[in-house]
């Protein structure tokens, strides 16, 4: 069974980054944009404008609950078929692959119904209550939303699948057909039936359904890895190995939720203290501009992400198969294509804030608007390019199979440092503490992974188990 993907044991590490990892970033990037691009319409919408930019960020953080349980599945299931595969073990790749359909399935539906009954409660808790009318726009948004959490969760879960089954291409395709109706129906619903966050809603779902038919159907005809109907059965040794393996994929997205949580609170609570923000007419602007340069990051960590998580079939196959200088080589480019990735976002940041914000309309807003967004964005993303180096630590240790270790980092990074900042700092800083929070846990981490990366690579120069 894993004599097509001998390759990934013999073929040039440079060419199967780009093989690999370049339909991951564009899947990331594609998957990524549907939020963002509900964002700019709606920005750009007069009669929805901050408000329902700020309704947009309180819900973005419930997507992302959604999608870090589906990484965890399909991430932990492609570490774990990749090592299989380097194993020559067919069988519990396919077992994985039949666990991690019936998990995201149960789970997707369980969230939803969450979703649905709670939405009041889980609003307030992200902030949502900062304006009667963010309130609103937030409550109409969420709930077509959460009708569309089984098919979005399917999709992002079933495409690290389809990259571990030997296909990248396909699960680029199929998360680039769904945004690409996502794009072209938001503009329809928004502006030309005025449906406003419903409507952005309705375009997002419309798209993820679509991902999700394609996933559905490439599952039906998998090349290396076709589950039969026994595979489907739950075999707890498996899904347990496999959701480990996924756990720093789904704490890197979680904790982000938290780390959001108490960032959209602090701003709510802080801004409600200044002087400017203070004012019922500019209560939601903080919220709004954290958002939109949350949303900015979100696009270079998906770059980050996809380059480290479309190594992860390449790491895992040759971990397997013994062959650690192949491994050690791939982690070097890797950590030095991620550094040039954050520099080009730190030169955007600082030198360009100003036009990054204008694509999210602010030129319909307050010039308090203006200065607070050029302000959130060279502050909070300073440190973009350890961010980046940090990101990609984690992943890698993960298809290394150091589950541990990965967990670790990940958890200090956005729960001990990204919650705890957040909620410390604006105590001493106000509003520009919230700001603070993110570089100043981003130097941090990056200390600890200094340390985690330099022990990587002794253990890699240790004697191959096979020889090259």
Known sequence: MSEPNQCLSTEKVGKLMGKYAVPCIISLLVGALYNIVDQIFIANAAYLGSYGNAANTVVFPLTVVALAIAVMIGDGCCAFVSISLGKSDGQSAKRSVGNAVVIAVCSSLVLTALYLIFSDQIIGMFGGTVSEETFRHSKEYFFYISLGIPFYMFGQAMN??????????????????????????DPIFIFTFRWGMMGAAVATVIGQIITAV????????????????????????????????????????????????????????YGALDAVFGQAQYAQIPMAVVGIVMKFFQIVISI?????????????????????????????????????????????????????????GAANESVYYTEFALKSFRIYLCMIVLACINKACFIFLQAMGKAAASTILSLIREVVFGVGFALLLPAFFGLDGVLYSMPTSDVLTFIVAVLLIVGTFKELNRKEVNTL
């Open 304 to 360: 980050v992400v996809g380059m480290a998580a479309g190594c992860i079939p390449v790491v895992g196959f040759n971990m397997g198969a013994g062959k650690k200088g192949r491994v050690k080589e791939l982690f070097t480019k890797l950590l030095i294509s991620e550094a040039i990735v954050g520099a080009v976002g730190f030169v955007l940041v600082e030198f360009f804030p100003q036009q990054l914000i204008s694509i999210f």
């Open 214 to 269: 394609l996933a559905i159907w490439y599952l039906l005809n998998m090349k290396l890895i076709r589950p039969a109907k026994a595979d489907y059965s739950i075999d707890r040794k498996i899904s347990g190995r496999t959701l480990l393996l996924g756990m720093t994929s789904f704490l890197s997205q979680i904790s982000l939720v938290a780390a959001m949580a108490a960032i959209n609170n602090m701003l709510r609570k």
């Open 160 to 185: 690290p699948i389809i990259r571990a089954d030997g296909n990248p291409k396909f699960a680029m395709v199929s998360t680039l057909a769904g945004a690409v109706a996502n794009i072209i129906l």
